[in-house]
C-alpha cells in the first residue's frame, strides 16, 4: 500500500498558477505510473496528468501547454504545475498511483480559480 498526500491547492485569480504537490509514503521510483485527476462539482473525474516509471509524461488535450506535471524520486513526490488557469479548472484534484493494477489515491486537494 501507499499513502498520498496532496498539497498546494487554494484560491487563485484567472490567469494565475498553481503547483500541486503529492508526498507518497514510500519510494515511488518503482511505481509504475502516479498521476492527477479532477472533479468539478456536477462532472465525471477527469484525467489531468500521468508520468510513468519511464519518464513518459501523458497530459490532457484540454490542458496541454498549461499544465506540466514531474517527479522528483529523492523527495517521493509527484507535483502539477498549473499555469493560465481558468475558472473552467476549478475542481477538487486528486493524486493517484497505478501498482500492480490497482490505483490509490490520495485524499483530494480543492483547486478554485475565481476573481
Known amino acids: 500500500q501507499v499513502q498520498l498526500v496532496e498539497s498546494g491547492g487554494g484560491l487563485v485569480q484567472p490567469g494565475g498558477s498553481l503547483r500541486l504537490s503529492c508526498a507518497a509514503s514510500r519510494s515511488i521510483s518503482s511505481i509504475n505510473s502516479m498521476g492527477w485527476y479532477r472533479q468539478a462539482p456536477g462532472n465525471q473525474r477527469e484525467l489531468v496528468a500521468f508520468?510513468?516509471?519511464?519518464?513518459?509524461?501523458v497530459v490532457a488535450d484540454s490542458m496541454k501547454g498549461r499544465f506540466t506535471i514531474s517527479r522528483d524520486d529523492a523527495k517521493n513526490t509527484v507535483y502539477l504545475q498549473m499555469n493560465s488557469l481558468k475558472s473552467e479548472d476549478t475542481a477538487v484534484y486528486s493524486c493517484?498511483?497505478?501498482?500492480?493494477?490497482?490505483?490509490?489515491w490520495g485524499q483530494g486537494i480543492q483547486v478554485t480559480v475565481s476573481s
Open positions: 493517484n498511483a497505478l501498482i500492480d493494477g490497482n490505483r490509490y
Open positions: 508520468i510513468t516509471r519511464g519518464g513518459s509524461e
